[in-house]
């Protein structure tokens, strides 16, 4: 009896100073569920906040014709020098001059060096006269004396008088007539060349 009383306050003691408590611990599946619940809690809050929004695609630029300029001149460069000449000298015989001013500049362009390409300076020249435009017609017809054949230099040199003409370049004319006549005394543009020169004779003076 002694010793169970003994005992009993050994233990009273034991609670009030150390503070045991005595209740069962948790077990180790309880802890772990507490701690997973927050974490499924969260995992739902998530899974909210990540719903995809169908977004519509971006409508695609339009597609842009190439210009009826850009157009012709890459059908026409695939013509050979020749064929560009005759449609260009085709379109000037039908009163087309700004498809036969297209076409020949075309020339140029492509066929610098092709006799084509060299014969076009006065097929230039005579529809920059055509169309007032003297100053482009004067390099035409210069540049054509330059490298163009003999053989139509003549029309080069007659060309070339008539936008010095419309110039009022009238010195300047006379020379160029009359290099025409003694260079090219055969030609059919003689008799036109004189006619002007005796046109010119009572201005003599002048520039």
């Not at 719903?51 to 014709?65: D, K, M, N, W």
């Amino acid at each position: 009896m002694a010793l169970a009383l003994l005992m009993a306050g050994i233990t009273t003691a034991s609670v009030k100073v150390f503070g045991w408590k005595l209740w069962p611990r948790e077990s180790t599946e309880a802890r772990g569920a507490a701690k997973a619940a927050p974490e499924r809690s969260r995992a739902k809050t998530l899974a909210h906040d990540q719903h995809l929004l169908a977004v519509s695609a971006e409508p695609s630029l339009p597609t842009l014709p190439p210009t009826p300029s850009a157009s012709a001149v890459i059908a026409r460069r695939k013509l050979s020098a020749t064929e560009m000449f005759a449609a260009a000298k085709l379109a000037r015989a039908q009163g087309d001059s700004a498809e036969a001013l297209r076409l020949s500049k075309q020339i140029e362009e492509f066929f610098p060096n092709s006799p084509e390409g060299i014969d076009t300076h006065v097929t230039l020249g005579l529809l920059y006269l055509e169309l007032d435009r003297a100053e482009l017609a004067l390099q035409e017809f210069a540049t054509f004396r330059h490298i163009g054949s003999p053989e139509n230099k003549a029309e080069a040199y007659f060309g070339q008088a008539q936008a010095l003409r419309k110039l009022a370049r009238n010195a300047d004319e006379r020379t160029v007539l009359t290099e025409l006549i003694v260079n090219y005394p055969r030609s059919s543009y003689v008799a036109a060349a004189r006619t002007r020169l005796s046109e010119l004779l009572p201005d003599a003076g002048a520039r």
